[in-house]
């Protein structure tokens, strides 16, 4: 049974950092391009951020450039999504998924496997 456990999240100040996890289970990390993705209340789910297979391509949405950096270790089967300078439009549920394609997308439909999502806040 494919899995995968989000954690990290939080509420902290504006400003403040936030390093979310995302660990696998029933399949191979090292296969998969993985993402992070977030719904803030309201709005529809949109990409964060996306590493691929290798960890030699990455790829940010504009917001967030500069300030979130998204690793793997693909021998701890985990990615993690290290989140600095946070601002309240930050706030939202943070997502992992894993991509069977393997480079870097920010496309949902690619994604095949989800997990259930952390939350985050950022209080001004």
């Known amino acids: 049974q494919v899995q995968l456990v989000e954690s990290g999240g939080g509420l902290v100040e504006v400003g403040g950092s936030l390093r979310l996890s995302c660990a696998a289970s029933?399949?191979?990390?090292?296969?998969?391009?993985m993402g992070w993705f977030r719904q803030a209340p309201g709005k529809e789910r949109e990409f964060v951020a996306a590493i691929s297979w290798n960890s030699h391509g990455t790829y940010y949405t504009d917001s967030v450039k500069g300030r979130f950096a998204i690793s793997r270790d693909n021998a701890k089967n985990t990615v993690y999504l290290q989140m600095n300078s946070l601002k309240p439009d930050d706030t939202a549920v943070y997502y992992c998924?894993?991509?069977?394609?393997?480079?870097?997308?920010?496309?949902?439909?690619?994604?095949?496997?989800w997990g259930q999502g952390t939350q985050v806040a950022v209080s001004s």
């Open positions: 029933g399949l191979t990390l090292s296969s998969y391009g």
């Open positions: 998924a894993a991509s069977t394609y393997g480079s870097t997308s920010n496309v949902e439909y690619e994604y095949d496997n």
